[in-house]
C-alpha cells in the first residue's frame, strides 16, 4: 500500500493522490529501485497469488490499520469532484471499504450503497458514525450486485486503485458489464486507477523500502509478471517487535484496455485527469481517474 499518514513521513516523489491505493505508488514510478538484482523472475505467480481468504483477504488484512494509514476521510477535492458527477444520485461504491468515500458522500445528502467482499473492513465502516446512512452489501464488486435487481444509479465508482484488485482481465470485464447494466442513461462510472507499469522489458522481483522510522520499517517485495500484467506484492511491516505481511495481489490494464473494456460494455470515455483536480490526463500522469459514461442521458 503506501505510507500510513500521520505516522510517517510521505516520500516527496510521491503525489498525495497516489497515496491511498494498495500499490506502493513508488514501485510503479520508479522501477523497483531496490530490484533484488538476481535473475529475471521466471515462474508462474498462480500458485503465489492463492491468497488464502479470496475476495476478502486484502480487506480482511488490513482493515485494523486501514483508516490509521490511509486517512479516514478522502481529500476534499475527491468528495467535490465526485458530488458533481453524482448529481441527484443515487451512488454505488464498490470496494467501499471503511467508508472514507462513501461516509462523507452519504453526509452530503446523497443516497449512497457500498458493495465490499470483506467482512472485517464493512465491520470498521459499520462502528463509524452516519454510515447508518450506507446501504452496505458484502459481495465481489465484479458483479456490482446490490440485492435488487431493478436498482439503478447516476454514480458508480470504483476508486483507491480498487479495480485492479480484480485479478484477471475477464473479471475487469465482468465489473464494466455489470456497472453499465445498474447505470441510469447518462450515468457516470469513475475509476482511479495508478497510470503507471512498472519497467516493461523482463519480469521482475524487487524490493522497495516505504519507509523507515524509529519504531517501523515498511517494505514492499514485487514480483511481476508481465505477460499477465499481474503483480503479486507483500507489504512487510516491522513494527514494535512484530512482523505482519499483507499480500496484494493485482491486475494491471492501460489507459486504452480499459477504454475498451468499457466500449465492450456499452460506455464511453467522457473525461480523464490524472488527479482529482481534473488536472487533463497526459503522458507523464502517474494516476489515471477516467469518468465513463453510460450513453442516453439527454446530451445525446
Ligand atoms: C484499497 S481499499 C479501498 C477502500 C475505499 N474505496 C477507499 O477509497 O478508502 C479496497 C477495498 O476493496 C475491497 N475489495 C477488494 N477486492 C474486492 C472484490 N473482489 N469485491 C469486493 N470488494 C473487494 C477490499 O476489501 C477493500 O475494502
Known sequence: MSVPRGRRPRPASAPAAV????????????????????????????????????????GDGIADVFDAWYGVESSDEC??????????????????????????????GLQVTGIDASPEMIEQLRAKPGSERITVVQGDLADADVGDEEARFSLITCVDNTLFLLESQEEQVRCFRNVARRLTPGGLFVIEVPARVPRMDEDEHGVFVESVSADRVGLWIVDHNRAEQRMFMQQVSFENGSVRLLPVPVRYAWPAELDLMAQMAGLRLRERWSDWDRTPFSSTSVVNISVYEKPGGGDD
Open 19 to 58: 497515496l491511498p491505493g494498495p500499490f506502493p505508488s513508488q514501485a510503479w514510478s520508479l522501477s523497483f529501485m531496490c530490484s533484488a538484482g538476481g535473475a529475471p523472475y521466471s515462474e508462474p505467480m498462480t500458485k503465489k497469488q492463492s491468497v488464502t481468504g479470496g475476495k476478502a483477504a486484502y
Open 79 to 108: 468528495l467535490t469532484t465526485l458530488r458533481k458527477l453524482a448529481g441527484d444520485g443515487p451512488v454505488l461504491e464498490l470496494g467501499v471499504g471503511t467508508g472514507r468515500v462513501a461516509v462523507p458522500l452519504a453526509a452530503s
